[in-house]
Nanobody
Framework: QVQLVESGGGLVQAGGSLRLSCAASGRTFSRNVMGWFRQASGKERDFVAAIRWSDGNTYYADSVKGRFTISRDNAKNTVYLQMNSLEPEDTAVYYC???????????????????WGQGTQVAVSS
């Protein structure tokens, strides 16, 4: 099992920035890919970004490219999501996820992930 704990959410004005953190514990060798997803009220859970732990390759949804950056800290077993130029449309609960599969096929599909955090709320006011 891998346990994931997110932090860093909050309320910010449009144009502002937030950094989310996700600390992994337990069988961390199972977290070959870690990703961030978000779910706005009444909507499906959408892919935001992912990183493959072994080589640091990153993947982004088109809606966040150029504004969000995913990164990892090997020593802390932590993945980060730096969110800049936030927009009201970014308001959602953000979830950290991890999966054992090391390939990047279907990296944007929630069902392809094995472990999930509890989520952290991000609210962007206009």
């Amino acid at each position: 099992q891998v346990q994931l704990v997110e932090s860093g959410g909050g309320l910010v004005q449009a144009g502002g920035s937030l950094r989310l953190s996700c600390a992994a514990s337990g069988r961390t060798f199972s977290r070959n890919v870690m990703g961030w997803f978000r779910q706005a009220s009444g909507k499906e859970r959408d892919f935001v970004a992912a990183i493959r732990w072994s080589d640091g390759n990153t993947y982004y949804a088109d809606s966040v490219k150029g504004r969000f950056t995913i990164s990892r800290d090997n020593a802390k077993n932590t993945v980060y999501l730096q969110m800049n130029s936030l927009e009201p449309e970014d308001t959602a609960v953000y979830y950290c996820a991890a999966r054992r599969k090391i390939t990047v096929a279907s990296i944007n599909i929630p069902d392809e992930y094995d472990y999930w955090g509890q989520g952290t709320q991000v609210a962007v006011s206009s």
